[in-house]
């Protein structure tokens, strides 16, 4: 398969067209993309790819579509072709931290921890960066490097950020458990376990990746990604 995220043409841009076709002049990308969501967060993922990709079709050029895909390529097990998005996605804005975020994934589920922790360092220099979760990311990508100092004040952050009634604590809570045990006694006194954050209101456009596996096994974590939805 010829990789066109090293190309001129974008990846994958042939779309439908229906709206066009029918006349129906006030469809726009937005409106594919706001249905590609709500497709998504419903586990419709063929009506959601469908959607995205048709929002693609009137905005070519808008990374956030591309990133947006990406991830549901990610969730359907199509890694090359979330590949090939998200570096398109990049090559539209540079500083797209989801797609940097997406690319950690793919590496991270490869084992290649070093080229992971690259891709997570960068989303957290992107403005609006997913926080919460690139430092859970980035913990457990740290964990497996053997820096298990930063680690746990990485997953000592993503606890602070994520929402008090995200199900995703649970599996960071187990993660710090497991850090923690590799952290020498100095260290462990001078952090101080983070408080639950402050439940807020979800941004309607913001897809939930999931997280690293729940269970800290780290020589099969690699084998357990993509991550799956909470």
Do not use: C
């Not at 931290?97 to 084992?111: C, N, Y």
Request: proline content about 5%.
């Amino acid at each position: 398969m010829t990789n066109n995220a090293n190309q001129g043409d974008p990846p994958h841009s042939e779309g439908r067209g229906i709206a066009r076709g029918l006349g129906l002049k006030a469809a726009t990308g937005e409106q594919y993309y706001r249905r590609a969501l709500k497709n998504f967060e419903a586990h419709n993922l063929d009506d959601a790819l469908a959607d995205i990709s048709e929002a693609i079709y009137y905005s070519r050029h808008n990374p956030d579509y591309y990133t947006t895909r990406g991830l549901f390529f990610v969730e359907m097990e199509r890694r090359q072709e979330a590949e090939q998005d998200f570096a398109y996605a990049l090559r539209l804005n540079k500083r797209q931290g989801l797609a940097h975020f997406g690319l950690g994934m793919l590496r991270f589920g490869e084992g290649d921890y070093d080229a992971a922790q690259a891709h997570f360092l960068e989303a957290l220099k992107a403005p609006g960066a997913r926080r919460a979760e690139v430092h859970f990311y980035l913990a457990v990508t740290r964990h497996q490097l053997g820096d298990d100092i930063q680690a746990l004040q990485d997953i000592d952050r993503a606890l602070t950020l994520f929402p008090a009634n995200d199900k995703r604590l649970k599996d960071a809570r187990a993660w710090r458990k497991e850090i923690e045990g590799q952290v020498p006694d100095a260290v462990k006194k001078a952090s101080k376990p983070a408080k639950k954050g402050k439940a807020g209101k979800k941004d309607t456009a913001e897809i939930e990746s999931g997280a690293p596996p729940a269970k800290a096994d780290k020589k099969n974590t690699a084998s357990k990604l993509p991550p799956g939805r909470s």
